[in-house]
């Protein structure tokens, strides 16, 4: 179990590990593989250059247990004249076929989801994410852990 975590890992460094334009990064980690909508879920982070466009990721590790094609959310995003919340679903499964739409091999999947593209942060100043998941059971199962990345958006170059 734990070779094919590893391996899960190692393609998602690969995937989206290459990627080291974000500028924020803060992983949660679930004990158990077990979500508590108890645990809180939070990070602050500093913006230094309003006005750039920023894209907010998140990516979700899950395993075999997770119960459910879907993972409701959600998030809240506050700061400087800023005051971002949405409940949103994520789809894990394709509906019909009931196969994974994440990566990796085995029995551990990752995901990646944009929650804001193109998100201009008005001022500069520190900012607060949180994130708690809305699924009907208070512990959640089969949920590794949840990765929050800011990074700037790429612009094409003919814009």
Not at 14 to 34: M, S, T, Y
Not at 59 to 68: M, R
Not at 141 to 157: C, D, M, Q, S, Y
């Amino acid at each position: 179990m734990k070779k094919k975590q590893f391996l899960v890992w190692l393609i998602a460094f690969f995937i989206f590990g290459c990627e080291d334009d974000h500028l924020i990064q803060k992983v949660f980690e679930f004990p158990r593989n077990a979500w508590d909508v108890e645990k809180k879920t939070f990070c602050e982070f500093n913006i230094v250059s309003p006005d750039q466009p920023y894209d907010l990721v998140l990516l979700v590790n899950s395993n075999a247990i997770y119960p459910y094609q879907n993972l409701y959310i959600r998030y809240c995003l506050e700061g400087e004249e800023v005051s971002e919340s949405a409940m949103i679903e994520l789809q894990l499964f394709d509906k019909k076929t009931g196969k994974p739409l994440g990566y990796g091999w085995g029995d551990t999947k990752l995901y990646q989801f944009s929650l804001l593209s193109n998100y201009i942060f008005k001022k500069t100043g520190v900012y607060r994410f949180q994130l708690e998941h809305v699924m009907r059971q208070k512990v959640l199962l089969g949920i590794e852990r949840v990765v929050f990345r800011i990074k700037p958006t790429k612009l094409n170059k003919n814009q």
